[in-house]
């Protein structure tokens, strides 16, 4: 419908008026298109993170429940002999003394000490149980013995008295209490033996085993032998390690040469072929800072493998390309009148970038910076290049000595065979790492809104 | 002020009079620009300006946008340093010394020029160290009292002292915009500085504030030569001894304030003048 300019300049008025009406309909409805296809993506994005987040808790959560046995152990003289501890005062010198002590150790490490753990078991029994020792064996986690020969060396004149100890029950035996293993399966798919799983029901039903929270998880390492012992410590510590490499180095690193880049640097072609490369760096696949590290810290620099200090140095490079780009962006987006400011009162370039462009921008660099050490925290692949996946049952005292870390930890579990008992525990490692996680995201908010508030 | 003497040049008592040529205002000439010429990249900006500018007086660039005016201004403090492939050609002399010459330190030069810019820009931090920030980092107080006396005396030349004397912590950024470019002026004051050149000061004000920072321009110019460029006719009428008229990157006419604004010699001046350019 166009415009007839002949007629009156009110009729004019009127059709145009008519014209932008019918328009503003379609107008509207493309804008109500348009924030329901927003709203529909917003609500998938957040149902995948949702459906993650409970499915993850949904398993995750049981596993920080563990089944604990209340033995009554007797430290039997017929079983641990009645040799007494090496006294310092009966020796001439030290090194004999040291050399009884490590025998009188060796000699205990010698002996059966499940005997006394068996003996605990079946006292809890009921009057006339019957289950042979192999069965009754598997109720216990296996580093049960350790634990009880552990507090005779500690002190010795328990020879002969009866404590009251806690240990762990084993993984499969937690699996059956929790119901981690359909019940319903035949004797043949059961991990258990049926007395021992009968056992186990008494156990629960007498209150010699009961559960509680899962510190294990926190206070010990990995380990293989005594699955429901496995804990998160040592990769924990091994992560620790690397993220304050990386907050060591890639953070002073990074902002310096952002720093550089952005307010020293001449603008030529090298620059530009600079800057070129550190934005393809960061896109660099994590795997190939693996392969980088392993040829170049482990191979030439002969670094230790599985250490944290190469996977520091791993994801310090990998961290370095996000903290230039975030830390030049930053920088880039300082007002031009602020530098004039300074500059025009006679400050030099040096003075105007740390009293003035440093000072506004540092909110913005210290949490880019938060979200790359986090990002860094949760990758796994180069790791996996550097040796980090061996399985490793200490604690790293130094970023030097061989470490498991937290992703690493995960992958590991997650691959362990006995499924029922490592699934609901791969998902709680993941609630750990998580949660670490959400911790730093979170000081990185509170410190960008406090120092703005500030500025 | 007198804490300064002996470390930055102060105005009127060591300019050389026999050195400088006399301006027709009878005041000695502080800066001389002979063939001011400026390139950005490949576009010629300034056409060879030549001009003389007088000691503790104002003088006001006009022009239409676009005419070089500021360009020029910023060739006086070197702030066309900052700009990526800005080429400045000509000469300046500021006491007969050449502000371009390799030797010249542009850190010097820019505590002996200062400059208030077109939107007020304080600095994030408290008023105090607004003002302090200068002589903090040109090394001009011995001790917190010295500095105390400076940020002070400062502020009240701005006349500013009595709006903020109670909350010197407080940040610049929260003053009023009229404040703000007072605190602005102040700022560049407190280096002591004999030169002041201002871009086009009052454009992000109201009429009122505007009105004061004329006024303390008027008051300056008893300790300062005063370089202002304005969009505002009425303002360079208001506040200038002699005005300069820039067109398209030349410098047109120039001479007292009254002459140009009631008997401009040059056809263009007495059209922009008129309102029929601009």
């Known amino acids: 419908m166009a415009i007839d300019i002949q007629t009156s300049p009110e009729k004019a008025s009127s059709d145009r008026t008519a014209l932008i009406r019918a328009g503003l309909r379609r107008r509207h409805l493309n804008e109500q298109i348009f924030r329901g296809l927003g709203i529909a993506a917003i609500v998938i994005a957040l149902g995948f993170v949702a459906l993650l987040f409970v499915d993850v808790f949904r398993k995750g959560i049981p596993a920080f429940v563990q089944s604990n046995l209340h033995l009554s152990v007797t430290f039997d003289e017929a079983v641990i002999g009645s040799d007494p501890v090496p006294v310092r005062g009966d020796f001439v010198s030290d090194a004999e003394y040291t050399a009884a002590n490590l025998k009188w150790q060796r000699d205990l490490a010698m002996l059966n000490w499940n005997k006394i753990v068996e ?37 010795p004149s328990l020879l002969g008295q009866t404590v009251d100890v806690d ?33 186990i029901d008494t156990f629960v039903d007498n209150g010699t085993i009961s559960n509680g929270f899962a510190w294990t998880i926190f206070t010990n390492v990995d380990s293989r032998a005594a699955p429901a012992s496995a804990g998160l410590l040592g990769a924990f510590v091994g992560t ?6 990386v907050v060591l180095l890639a953070v002073p690193i990074g902002v310096a040469a952002a720093i550089y880049l952005e307010e020293f640097a001449p603008k030529s072609r090298i620059t530009d072929l600079i800057e070129v490369n ?36 791993v994801l310090t490079l990998m961290t370095l390309p996000t903290i230039i780009i975030a830390t030049r962006g930053a920088l880039m987006g300082v007002s031009p009148s602020l530098r004039q400011a300074a500059l025009g009162m006679g400050a030099s370039k040096t003075q105007m970038v740390f009293h003035h462009v440093l000072p506004t921008t540092f909110p913005s660099i210290l949490t880019a910076t938060i979200l790359g050490v986090a990002h860094a925290l949760g990758e796994t692949a180069p790791l996996l290049l550097i040796g980090m996946k061996a399985f490793v049952a200490s604690v790293p005292a130094t970023p030097f000595d061989q470490a498991a870390a937290l992703p690493v930890q995960i992958y590991l579990w997650q691959g362990n065979e006995n499924r029922n008992f490592f699934e609901p525990r791969t998902a709680a490692a993941i609630m750990v790492l998580l949660a670490v996680m959400i911790l730093l995201n979170g000081v990185a908010i509170y410190l960008r809104s406090r120092l703005e508030k500030r500025a | 002020m007198d804490m300064l003497a002996g470390k930055v040049k102060k105005t009127s008592l060591n300019v050389d009079s026999t050195m400088n040529p ?34 503790r007086a104002v003088t006001a660039f006009i022009g239409p946008s676009g005419c070089g005016k500021s360009t ?18 000509g000469t300046i002399k500021l006491d007969g010394e050449d502000i371009y010459a390799p030797a010249l330190d542009v850190v010097e030069l820019r505590a002996r020029i200062g400059m208030v810019f077109q939107k007020p820009n304080p600095f994030p931090k408290s008023i ?25 005396s400062s502020l009240r030349k701005a006349g500013l002292f009595e709006e903020v004397k109670d909350r010197l912590q407080e940040p610049g950024t929260g003053l009023s915009g009229g404040q703000q470019q007072r605190l602005c002026i102040a700022r560049a004051i407190a280096v002591g500085p004999e030169v002041i050149l201002m871009d086009e000061p009052c454009s992000a004000l109201d009429p009122i504030a505007t009105a004061v920072i004329e006024e303390l321009i008027d008051e300056l110019r008893e300790n300062y030569t005063i370089v202002i460029v304005t969009h505002s006719m009425q303002q360079a009428a208001r506040v200038s001894q002699r005005t300069a008229f820039f ?23 007495q059209d922009y003048i008129m309102g029929r350019i601009g």
Not at chain 1, 240 to 245: D, G, K, N, R, S
Not at chain 2, 250 to 266: K, Y
């Open chain 2, 72 to 89: 020029f201004l910023r060739c006086i403090n070197r702030m066309n340093d900052t700009i990526e492939g800005a080429k400045v050609g």
């Open chain 1, 119 to 155: 003996a605990s078991l079946r006292k809890a029994a009921p009057e006339g149980f019957e289950i042979d020792s192999k069965q009754i064996q598997t109720i216990p986690e296996t580093n049960a013995r350790h634990q009880i020969r552990e507090m005779f060396v500690a002190n």
């Open chain 2, 22 to 55: 006399i301006d027709v205002l009878e005041r000695p000439i502080r800066l001389t620009a002979r063939d001011v010429t400026v390139h950005y990249g490949a576009k010629q900006a300034l056409h060879g300006i030549s001009i003389d500018i007088p000691d």
């Open chain 1, 240 to 245: 620790l390690w690397m993220m304050l490499i």
């Open chain 1, 167 to 199: 240990v762990l029950a084993s993984a499969n035996a937690a699996n059956w209490i929790k119901g981690n293993i359909d019940r319903s399966l035949g004797d043949g798919q059961q991990q258990l033996s049926p007395p021992a799983r009968q056992l």
């Open chain 2, 247 to 269: 067109h398209l990157g030349n410098l047109i006419e120039q001479g007292p304030t009254e002459d140009i604004f009631t008997n401009p010699v040059n056809k263009q001046t």
């Open chain 2, 128 to 152: 105090y160290d607004n003002v302090a920030y200068g002589p903090r980092i040109h090394g001009l107080a011995r001790n917190k009292a010295d500095l105390d006396e400076i940020v002070v």
């Open chain 1, 278 to 313: 550190i934005n393809n760096l960061a896109a660099v696949p994590s795997i190939v800072f693996g392969l980088l590290g392993a040829a170049v810290f482990i191979n030439w620099f002969h670094l230790p493998i599985s250490a944290p200090i190469v996977g520091g140095l």
